[in-house]
C-alpha cells in the first residue's frame, strides 16, 4: 500500500500548487484526487470534502457514519463531521470559516464529479466573502506519472487480471456464455486479491464496435464466435486493465491472420512508447496500420488512454490522456497507459518503463 511518507509528498506538491493559483486553501471533492491525496475516497451519498490548506492545516468535512472508516485510513488527524439531518455543503463551509478560511481564496477543480453547478452554487452562497479559482485538470494530471507504490500495486491487479484470463480462456469452449466468463473471472479476482469482483465488460464480439460496451448476457457462444474479454481488477484502488478477444471453436472466418498483423502493429506501437514520444506519432502507428490494410474502414475511437487510480466516479476510464490523432501530449516515464487493441497473443502484464 501508499506509505504515510508518499502521502506527505503528495500534500506538499498540493500545496505547490495553491502558489500556482494563487489559492490558500485547496478544497478536494473529486473522488480520486481524495484517495490519492488522503488515502480515502467516500461515498457521495452526502458531499464531503477535504481540504489542504497553504499553511500546513489539512482537514476532513465529512458525514459522521463515515468518520471512523475514514479516521482509519487516511493521514489527516482534524474532522468536521455532520449527521444525516444537518446540510453538508453547510457543514463544509462551517469547517473552512470555523479554521479561518471563509473569507479567503479557495482552489477547486472545476472538472471534479463532486462539484456540480449546485454545489459550487451552494458553497458561494454560504461563503459569500470567498473567492473561487478554477484548479481545472488539477485532478488528472497530478496523477498521470505513478511512483513505485502505485507501479506494485497494478502489477498485482494485472497478475490477477492475467490468471482470469487464463481461467477463462482454459473454460472457453461452444456453449460458454459472457455470463459464465463473467463468474469464473469475478471469482478469480477475489480469490485473488482485488478490491471486488467487478469485471468489466465481457460480450460476444460482433460487427465493427457495437458489441464493445454491450450489455452482459447468457446467449451461448457458437463455432466462430469471439468473446471479448476485458478486465479491470483493482488493487488498492489501483486498476490494471486487459482486453483480449478468445475465439471459440476453431477459425471458420480466417481471423488468424488478421489478429496476427494487428498484434505486429501493436508491438511497433508499444516499441515507440517511451518518454517525449508524442502522443498522436504513437496512436498513427496503430491506426494508419489498420486502416492501410483495410482491416477496418474508419477508426474514430482513441488506441489507448491513461489508467491507474479509479475511485467512485462516474467513469470508468480515464480519458484525460488519450491517444487519438490530434494528440499533442508526451508520454512522461512513470505513466500507466492501456492500449486498446484486441490481440490474443501473447498476455501482457503492465510494464512500466524504467
Known amino acids: 500500500m501508499i506509505a504515510r511518507e508518499e502521502f506527505a509528498a503528495r ?5 505547490a500548487e495553491l502558489d500556482t493559483f494563487g ?11 481524495l484517495a490519492w491525496a488522503t488515502g480515502v475516497a ?3 451519498t452526502m458531499y464531503r470534502a477535504a481540504f489542504i490548506a497553504r499553511d500546513g492545516r489539512a482537514w476532513w468535512s465529512l458525514r459522521l457514519l463515515d468518520l471512523e472508516p475514514c479516521r482509519r485510513k487516511t493521514w489527516i488527524e482534524d474532522f468536521h463531521s455532520f449527521a444525516d439531518h444537518e446540510d453538508p455543503h453547510a457543514a463544509a463551509a462551517t469547517s473552512l470559516t470555523t479554521r479561518g478560511f471563509g473569507s479567503t481564496t479557495i482552489a477547486v477543480d472545476f472538472n471534479s464529479y463532486g462539484h456540480c453547478v449546485a454545489t459550487a452554487s451552494r458553497l458561494r452562497e454560504l461563503l459569500p466573502g470567498a473567492r473561487f479559482v478554477d484548479a481545472r485538470g488539477l485532478s488528472d494530471r497530478l496523477r498521470w506519472a505513478k511512483s513505485p507504490a502505485e507501479v506494485a500495486l497494478l502489477r498485482r491487479g494485472a497478475a490477477i487480471g492475467d490468471q482470469a484470463l487464463r481461467a477463462i480462456h482454459a473454460a472457453s469452449r461452444v456453449g460458454i456464455s459472457a455470463r459464465d466468463a463473467a463468474a469464473i473471472a469475478a471469482g478469480e479476482f477475489l480469490r485473488g486479491g482485488a478490491d471486488t469482483g467487478e469485471t468489466g465488460p465481457i460480450a460476444r464480439s460482433s460487427g465493427d464496435l457495437g458489441f464493445l460496451h454491450a450489455a452482459l448476457d447468457d446467449t451461448p457462444c457458437v463455432a466462430g464466435d469471439v468473446l471479448h474479454v476485458e478486465l479491470v481488477p483493482k488493487v488498492g484502488g489501483y486498476s490494471a486493465r486487459i482486453m483480449r478477444p478468445i475465439l471459440i471453436g476453431g477459425d471458420p472466418k480466417g481471423l488468424a491472420a488478421a489478429t496476427a498483423m494487428l498484434a505486429r502493429l501493436q508491438d511497433a506501437q508499444f516499441a515507440a512508447m517511451k518518454p517525449g514520444a508524442v502522443a498522436r506519432e504513437v496512436d498513427a502507428i496503430l491506426r494508419q496500420g489498420v486502416l492501410g490494410t483495410g482491416l477496418r474502414e474508419t477508426y474514430p475511437n482513441a488506441t489507448g488512454y491513461t489508467t491507474g487510480l479509479y475511485a467512485r466516479t462516474p467513469r470508468s476510464s480515464d480519458f484525460s490522456r488519450i491517444f487519438v490523432p490530434n494528440a499533442e501530449w508526451r508520454l512522461e516515464a512513470g505513466m500507466i497507459l492501456h492500449m486498446g487493441t ?5 498476455w501482457r502484464s503492465v510494464t512500466p518503463w524504467s
Do not use: C, K
Open 23 to 33: 489559492a490558500d486553501v485547496l478544497l478536494i471533492d473529486h473522488a480520486e484526487l
Open 342 to 346: 484486441p490481440r490474443p497473443a501473447a
Open 11 to 15: 500534500a506538499a506538491r498540493l500545496r
Open 42 to 44: 467516500l461515498s457521495e
